[in-house]
């Protein structure tokens, strides 16, 4: 079913368009010197979780793969 006339679009309010950069800046977030910012040692309890997460990874990707 048609319409004779255009539905109207709800107005959403604007919000000022900030650059990624701006809003890194605002927040004090700096970029990473090294891989090394982004260890987080006792991450995993245990190696059995971490070969758990590892698995369920790996398999996620061959099933995105199919």
């Known amino acids: 079913m048609t319409s004779s006339h255009a539905e109207q679009m709800p107005e959403w309010p604007t919000a ?3 650059p990624a ?3 890194a ?3 004090g ?3 990473i010197a090294s891989v090394d910012d982004l260890a987080r040692p006792g991450l995993f ?3 059995d ?3 758990e997460f590892l698995a ?3 398999a996620s990707r061959r099933a ?3």
């Open 16 to 18: 000022e368009h900030v």
């Open 21 to 23: 950069e701006e809003l």
């Open 25 to 27: 800046r605002r927040q």
């Open 29 to 31: 977030i700096q970029p």
């Open 45 to 47: 309890e245990s190696d």
């Open 49 to 51: 979780e971490l070969d």
């Open 56 to 58: 369920d990874l790996y």
């Open 64 to 66: 995105g793969a199919a």
